[in-house]
């Protein structure tokens, strides 16, 4: 299960994200918000940092105008490794090598292609379980 949420700024790359999972059949639950009336960003990045932190979602996609802010809101929450990502390079690093479990994007950033291939980038990367990343990440959780 993906646990997805955006403030204002990222609901329209939210709804594009949305198709493309209803049509790879991926489980997700949308966390908001539901329009583009201004709302706090933390909120939503912590409502989706909390359901991938406690095991309810496995992995979250958060979206705000820039990535920036919904991504410190989100690394937060104990236990999470949110991204902010703007290629598919970044996505695909950042899970081989530090396990990111939020993927964090840009709706005034990046268009809808870049981003779907991003996500799918994040969503398909394993991480590599190499000692020297798994090291590392125990680091940042200290």
């Not at 939210?14 to 709302?39: F, H, N, P, R």
Request: proline share 2%.
């Amino acid at each position: 299960m993906i646990a997805l949420g955006c403030d204002h700024g990222g609901y329209e790359l939210k709804q594009e994200i949305i198709a493309w999972l209803d049509k790879q059949g991926l489980a997700y639950k949308d966390y908001g918000c539901y329009s583009t009336e201004s709302v706090d960003y933390p909120e939503y990045a912590h409502v989706v940092a909390h359901a991938v932190a406690d095991g309810t979602c496995e992995r979250g996609i958060l979206i705000c105008g820039t990535g920036i802010g919904i991504s410190i809101a989100a690394n937060k929450v104990k236990g999470i490794r949110a991204a902010l990502c703007t290629d598919c390079f970044m996505a695909e690093a950042t899970r081989q090598h530090n396990d990111a479990n939020i993927l964090a994007l840009g709706g005034r950033v990046i268009g809808p292609g870049l981003a779907l291939k991003i996500v799918e980038t994040f969503l398909n990367t394993p991480f590599s379980g190499d000692e020297r990343h798994m090291r590392r990440i125990a680091k940042i959780e200290e």
